[in-house]
């Protein structure tokens, strides 16, 4: 009856029954006192039980191990390419490192590099050699720069770049007179290029002051 298809589902029951029969040590006891099997049977008809229900777990935890074991290869090789990842950036950074230097060796131009959140700005080498500034005399800010700009000039330069910022512009030039070591006042060209970040805000601006002294005059 319980092999037949309208039967199945008490079959099943009966079946799980018996099984949780096995798990808490009742089934041995129950066949003993009402099977009419022999002992012997009754033993081995239990401890294939047993045996069954002990594979079952040991499929699941061939499985879990399974997932464990894939997941940790996914893991891992996640982390391996995650690590060559940043090891190619970290090369491409320094090269470009090393080719921004280079270039900025190349040139007379005093390359400055201005961080518009904090005001800092950093000098390449040709500002000391091109103004005859050591690095110990050059401010960290921009108002070191304003302030050697001629007083005929600053207010123009000063107020020009900011109005470019506030605009949005990309691109800023303009020429004036710069206040170099040695108390005179060389004719610079300063061209920057700004950058902005995802909500369009200028962040940072670069650029190169030439001085066109001998073309001025």
Do not use: C
Not at 45 to 58: H, S
Not at 162 to 183: M, V
Not at 186 to 209: K, T
């Amino acid at each position: 009856v319980g092999s037949t298809f309208e039967a199945r589902a008490a079959a099943d029951r009966i079946r799980d029954e018996i099984d949780s029969l096995a798990r808490n040590g009742r089934l041995a006891g129950t066949l003993v006192k009402y099977s009419f099997f022999s002992l012997d049977e009754t033993s081995a008809t239990y401890e294939v039980l047993v045996v069954r229900e002990r594979a079952k777990w040991l499929s699941w935890g061939v499985v879990v191990l399974t997932l464990a074991l894939g997941f940790a290869v996914w893991l891992s090789t996640s982390l391996y390419r995650a690590r060559k990842r940043a090891d190619e950036a970290n090369v491409i950074k320094e090269e470009f490192i090393t080719r921004y230097a280079m270039a900025a060796r190349a040139t007379n131009d005093a390359i400055w590099d201005w961080n518009l959140q904090t005001d800092q700005v950093s000098w390449h080498e040709g500002a000391y050699t091109l103004f005859g500034y050591s690095a110990q005399e050059v401010g960290p800010d921009m108002t070191w720069r304003s302030e050697r700009i001629h007083p005929e000039d600053r207010d123009r330069v000063v107020q020009g770049l900011r109005y470019n910022l506030s605009r949005g512009e990309q691109k800023w030039s303009d020429q004036y007179r710069f206040l170099s070591a040695n108390g005179s006042y060389a004719f610079v060209e300063d061209r920057g290029y700004v950058m902005h970040d995802a909500s369009h805000r200028p962040v940072r601006m670069i650029g190169a002051m030439k001085d066109v002294t001998p073309r001025r005059n």
